[in-house]
């Protein structure tokens, strides 16, 4: 299929964990990827590999979420490549756990700026260059729910994209164009495993009733089932999907 008829997606922090999950996923589902992340270039074109090697174009666009230039030019970088963006994947996040007493100016600034202003840079640049009839696709967290010590600060640039999510999907009124967040739990990944202990891990583990942790195909499953929604007529949901722990 040539570029010119293939929709073309951005997918956040693609690199690595659940990015990189969606990003192929979304190109076996016939989309041309951006592949977006911050600074492992050598995971980035890896990716960028496995999606070439299924007969579907990518390009590696690093570049920090948190920075509104550098968001400009993901969009520009995108639509000169691919001549438009229709779907948006906001998934670049990071997470520091520390109680609110001990969470230190460091953690909250790059928590609010990666995954608050940095989903807030690329929707707003999105609402200015996605095609109609595009989705937006926001992660944020079963934390959100849970309210667990430690991810104080973290859960809460979550509960912010919720919000973020539910309003822009109204202030696209007329566009048909979408924006839903899914909500994992915890999935095994980087970002959830680094500095766990296994006892750790295998107590969140079995808070699902179906016992065990999510995997980054979990999660790509239910973007791709977004992004190709034909009807859109899901609109301004998040979709928490985390086994059943809540
Ligand atoms: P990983 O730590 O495995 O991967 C993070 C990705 O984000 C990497 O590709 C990284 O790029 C990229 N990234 C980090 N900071 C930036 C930035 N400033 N600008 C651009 N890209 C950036 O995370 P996960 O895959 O686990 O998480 C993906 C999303 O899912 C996050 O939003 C997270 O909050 C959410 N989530 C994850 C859960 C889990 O349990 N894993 C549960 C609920 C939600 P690079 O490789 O270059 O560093």
New binding site residues.
């Given amino acids: 299929m040539k570029n010119s008829i293939r929709k073309t997606a951005i997918v956040?922090?693609?690199?690595?964990?659940?990015?990189r999950e969606i990003a192929i996923r979304l190109a076996e589902n016939g989309f041309n990827i951006v592949v977006?992340?911050?600074?492992?270039d050598t995971?980035?074109s890896e990716v960028v590999s496995a999606i070439k090697a299924r007969d579907v174009d990518a390009i590696p666009i690093k570049?920090?979420?948190?920075d509104p230039q550098a968001v400009k030019r993901i969009f520009e970088q995108s639509i000169e490549n691919f001549k438009r963006v229709d779907v948006l994947v906001n998934?670049?996040?990071?997470?520091k756990l520390a109680k609110i007493s001990d969470c230190s100016d460091a953690e909250f600034d790059s928590q609010v700026s990666?995954?608050l202003k940095?989903s807030f840079n690329m929707m707003r640049e999105a609402t200015r260059n996605i095609a109609e009839g595009g989705q937006i696709i926001n992660?944020s967290?079963?934390v959100v729910g849970l309210n667990l010590e430690t991810y104080g600060i973290y859960a809460s640039t979550k509960a912010a994209i919720e919000t973020l999510t539910r309003i822009l999907a109204k202030e696209l009124r007329g566009r048909n164009i979408t924006v839903n967040a899914i909500a994992?739990?915890?999935?095994a990944?980087?970002?959830?495993l680094s500095g766990k202990s296994e006892e750790t891990i295998n107590r969140l583990a079995k808070m699902s009733p179906l016992e065990r942790l999510g995997k980054?195909e979990d999660i790509a499953k239910i973007v791709t089932f977004l992004a190709k929604q034909e009807q859109s007529w899901i609109n301004g949901q998040v979709i928490r999907a985390n086994g059943g722990i809540i």
């Fill in positions: 956040t922090g693609a690199s690595r964990g659940i990015g977006n992340y911050a600074g492992n995971a980035a570049a920090d979420v948190a998934n670049a996040g990071i997470m990666v995954n940095g992660l967290t079963s994992p739990g915890p999935t990944t980087d970002l959830f980054p």
